[in-house]
């Protein structure tokens, strides 16, 4: 592994000081401390066979003798916050910041997420392997997932398509096994920044739910691979001038960003293994540009 994967990737991080600071931790419970403590009871019965009256001296003699030594105070402390962060974050909940656009109109650049680590089932930190099968990813749930072309980063999208589906998304309209999804006008999404722009917004209705789109009216429907698609079972998918159609493997998604014509996705990439898989997105907990953001979504 890489330096650079080895820095992007915060879970081996952690799971590193989680086992150097509870080895040190251990060290320290386990065999420096009780030595500090016959030491400091041997120095201690010397002291009192002395008749010392202060008994100020005494218990300051007595918090110098078991103070832990500066290396172990400094590394084995962290142990307990380590552990309870390595533990919420490797089964239940991880933080993650939507860095782009290609979630729009349903997550911003700047918002903070919250993702559901286990309602998918239990996986080991680190080699994410599934020891303990919950729920299935469905249509329509926003996951986060590490992208099949770089591991070491983290994806996030909207399922549209699960396996065995025949996904096709032409002249811009999704249709998931024969059935096409519904589309409802909305005021013209404004994107507010640098450059005022404003893009056509509708609402998606499909058999599992029904949330907002954006659609660039300037773009082609065409799918532009700039050359033959070199992604696992590439040979499920076609492309025209209209879109793409693709049949999803077992063990495998088929990814949208809600800004359909601004998202790097499944179209282009390829399909999610299942073992890619890192948790379902389902709360804002934060955005410091506009706090009114916080809250659930869909």
């Known amino acids: 592994m890489s330096l650079q994967a080895l820095i992007g990737n915060f879970a081996l991080i952690l799971f590193i000081l989680l086992i150097v600071t509870g080895v040190v931790w251990c060290f320290d419970r386990f065999t420096l401390a009780p030595k500090r403590r016959l030491n400091a009871e041997a120095i201690l019965r010397d002291f009192d066979a002395k008749s010392h009256p202060d008994s100020g001296e005494r218990a300051r003699l007595e918090a110098d003798l078991l103070r832990q030594p500066a290396w172990v105070e400094y590394t084995g402390s962290f142990f307990p916050v380590i552990a309870l962060v390595f533990i919420l974050r490797s089964f239940l909940f991880e933080p993650f910041k939507i860095p782009s656009g290609s979630m729009l109109p349903t997550l911003f650049v700047g ?8 309602t998918y089932g239990i996986r080991l930190p680190i080699l994410d392997k599934k020891i303990i099968s919950m729920n299935e990813p469905q ?39 024969g059935v096409q999804s519904e589309y409802e006008g909305m005021p013209d999404f404004l994107h507010e920044g640098s450059q005022l722009s404003y893009s056509k917004q509708l609402n998606e209705k499909t058999p599992a739910l029904t949330h907002r789109i954006l659609n660039d009216e300037d773009r082609s429907p065409a799918v532009y691979m700039f050359g033959e698609a070199d992604f696992p079972f590439a040979d499920q998918c076609t492309y025209d001038a209209d879109g793409v159609s693709c049949k999803v493997p077992q063990g495998h998604y088929f990814m949208m960003g809600d800004n359909r014509d601004n998202s790097q996705d499944s179209r282009y990439w390829g399909f999610v293994p299942d073992q890619n898989v890192v948790g379902k997105a389902f709360f804002i907990w934060m955005n410091f540009s506009d706090i009114k953001r916080i809250g659930s979504f869909q």
């Open 139 to 177: 249509r329509g749930d926003v996951m986060v997932f590490k992208y099949p072309k770089d591991p070491s980063q983290n994806y996030i999208k909207r399922i549209v398509g699960i396996p065995g589906d025949l996904v096709v998304y032409k002249d811009k309209k999704l249709t998931v096994n």
């Open 111 to 118: 918002d903070f997420i919250l993702v559901n680590k286990f």
